[in-house]
């Protein structure tokens, strides 16, 4: 498939130390046209930011390793790029925007040098410090902060300002594809209605690709065209939205994430939650690695992961949907 | 003056007047809790929403009074606390408890489960010897969901989820009647919130607890109480039973609020969501007049001069039973009625 922007196969991540490994990351595949945004969904723990810090080449030199699988970026495999040729693609061609904007920031330089530093290090039109200037005005305006603010300093501005900021330093070289780690969850409602749908505005404007992290179905619903839903380093379920939100198939995962969520709409008196926890990512089960949480179990979900089945665009990895009506097994 | 009370409940368990909490900084004078009237009914559950910095945890610090209040009352049971000595006080604190955002920070990391579970009730000596109260402990600890092999396991061993269920075990050792709840699920994944929202539920419904529910997060707070409050800038601005606030909200801040909750629902994709611009204005020495003014697309010349006054309003449902008011000059006419 040439069409894709970013296309991950197979992937697998690991965290070694002495002590033990961190499976957090297994085999996971999905891919992005261009001008698409995806949804990763997931609890705390599911291997959302791992796989985000993977496509960065970001992980944790001394215990992250990566132990199968590719990543390929516009026609390049980015984990067979040198460290130099990756510098150049990280920040330029893909960013990223961090969750908690108060320490993603230089408390000593001021927000223009910020923005201005990442064009710098990309001048690749030999943009003159004249240029460079004029363009932070630009990204600034388009993020709805005024210009005459360029000199002050992080710690002058508002959390939901300085969130701002990160997305103009992250759009500041117009990349291909953004990757953005929750980027309202340390946010108030309003602030994170508006920059969400700063967001929406900008990605429709440059036809940039997104990468969505969250942990909020909510804002999936509102910005993601397709959606990946994440449990203990695995994609369980995969889709358009519309097969997420309207389907009535669902990996028992999901249903219990939906489940969850109290409704605004109706009045129900009790949530229906999943029992127990996330398994210890150091020791996943044999099978299923969602079996013991399970409501549906069955006896082979303890023994045998289970395949992928398909249905059109909609993709679940679970046990129940072997030999049901419209589900295709997928070959490996 | 005169006075409505909800039909129900004669007294209400709790209650504050006027109630202001005012902090001296550099430049002034921090305006944190500004002039609340808040009743809650025995067995009820007040939720309290509103922004960072809106004053809400403040407003349930004041009302324990781990906070001195600077002005105002707060009644329990119509009797006011703030007059209490220290020895009638501690007495009181039994029957108040909090659970805190964040599990972690408000345990104690060198003590065991089972020890901090105790120690409350060890400082008020509610049962004799050790023995006795390591048994309600353990008691304690089937209540809230706890497993009796963690009694011996420190907090840094367990997850968010188990932490909080530390917090609330330690909450009910002293069977207090009224519990703060600050914000005791944000900390925690959904699955696991959904856990801790439904045993919070089933508690109160075998103890008669009354809680007060701060939080920011708007699903929550309609999924759990009975009455909510939306503060903004130290001030109530609109006060009405929990469907109703939902069904008919009145306040621009409310509405804006409201609409700002992204929905998991891909019909509510093109919803016009109603954004407020800028951010919450500085609560150190606040001028008269409405606060939210500046934010608001309705404002009028008036609301910059005159603080408006929070006031009874027609209910949507028209029972009688429920209230609700409002702070905003959009609706003085009301029924006229004085606040609370």
């Keep these: ?332 | 003056m005169k006075r409505t009370e909800p039909t129900t409940n004669a007294v209400p368990l709790l209650e504050t007047r006027n109630l202001k909490k005012y902090f001296k900084v550099r430049e002034g004078m921090l305006h944190a809790v500004d002039d609340v009237n808040i009743s809650i009914p025995v067995k009820k559950t007040l939720g309290v929403v509103g922004e960072s910095g809106c004053g809400k945890s403040t407003l349930g610090r004041t009302i324990l009074r781990l906070l001195d209040a600077t002005e105002g009352r707060i009644l329990f049971k119509g009797e006011d606390i703030l007059k209490y000595k220290h020895r009638k006080m501690q007495e009181m604190r039994k029957k108040m408890q909090i659970i805190f955002q964040d599990p972690y920070s408000s345990i104690n990391p060198r003590m065991s489960v089972a020890e901090i579970i105790a120690e409350f009730m060890l400082v008020h000596r509610t049962h004799r010897g050790k023995m006795a109260t390591f048994q309600r402990a353990a008691e304690l600890m089937d209540t809230v969901g706890l497993a009796r092999r963690y009694a011996g396991v420190y907090p840094h061993e367990l997850d968010g989820g188990r932490r909080q269920r530390i917090g609330i075990a330690r909450a009910l050792s002293l069977d207090p009647e009224f519990i703060v709840c600050d914000e005791p699920v944000s900390a925690l994944d959904v699955s696991i919130q959904a856990q801790i929202l439904n045993l919070l539920m089933d508690i109160q419904e075998d103890r008669g607890l009354t809680y007060m529910f701060i939080t920011h997060d708007l699903s929550v707070v309609k999924h759990i109480s009975d009455e909510i409050v939306v503060m903004y800038l130290g001030q109530c601005v609109e006060h009405a039973s929990s469907d109703e606030l939902f069904a008919n909200p009145m306040h621009p801040y409310t509405k804006a609020l409201l609409s700002a909750i992204p929905e998991p629902d891909i019909s509510m994709r093109n919803k016009e969501i109603k954004i407020i611009k800028g951010e919450i204005t500085s609560p150190i020495n606040p001028r008269p007049g409405c606060r939210f003014a500046a934010r608001c697309e309705y404002a009028m010349d008036i609301c910059r001069e005159k603080t408006p006054p929070l006031l009874h309003q027609p209910v949507s449902s028209g029972k009688e039973t429920e209230r609700h008011l409002v702070a905003c000059h959009l609706f003085r006419k009301g029924q006229g009625k004085d606040t609370l």
């Design chain 1, 1 to 332: 498939m040439t069409d894709h922007l970013i296309s991950i196969q197979n992937l697998s991540v690991e965290y070694r130390s002495d002590i033990e490994t961190v499976y957090a990351v297994n085999n996971i595949t999905f891919s992005l046209k261009k001008g698409e945004t995806f949804g990763l969904v997931g609890e705390t723990g599911a291997g959302k930011t791992t796989t985000a810090l993977t496509i960065m080449r970001l992980l944790p030199e001394q215990t992250g390793r990566i132990t199968g699988g590719s990543i390929d970026f516009d026609g390049r495999s980015l984990l067979d790029l040198p460290e130099s040729e990756m510098r150049s693609i990280r920040g330029e061609q893909i960013s990223m925007i961090f969750q908690d904007p108060m320490t993603s920031l230089n408390p000593v330089m001021s927000v223009e040098e910020q923005i201005a530093e990442a064009m710098e290090l990309h001048n690749r039109d030999n943009k003159t410090p004249e240029d460079i200037r004029k363009r932070v005005d630009e990204v600034l305006l388009m993020v709805g902060i005024p210009p005459s603010r360029k000199h002050d300093y992080p710690h002058q501005f508002s959390g939901g300002m300085k969130q701002r900021v990160v997305i103009a330093m992250a759009l500041a070289c117009e990349p291909q594809l953004l990757i953005a780690d929750e980027p309202t969850t340390a946010l108030d409602v309003t602030i994170q209605a508006q920059v969400i749908s700063m967001i929406r505005k900008l990605r429709d404007r440059l036809g940039t690709a997104m990468i969505m992290i969250t942990h909020d179905l909510g804002i999936v619903a509102q910005t993601c065209d397709n959606v990946a839903v994440m449990y203990a380093g695995e994609i369980i379920e995969m889709g358009t939205a519309e097969d997420i939100y309207l389907s009535s198939d669902h990996h028992p995962y999901t249903t219990g994430l939906f489940g969850s969520i109290p409704n605004l709409r109706s009045k129900t008196s009790r949530l229906t939650p999943i029992a127990g926890l996330m398994p210890d990512p150091t020791h996943l089960p044999e099978g299923c690695n969602f079996s013991p949480r399970c409501p549906l179990k069955m006896e082979i979900c303890d023994r045998q992961p289970p395949c992928i089945y398909r249905n059109g665009t909609h993709l679940i990895s679970c046990h129940l949907f072997e030999g049901r009506e419209n589900w295709r097994k997928e070959e490996a």
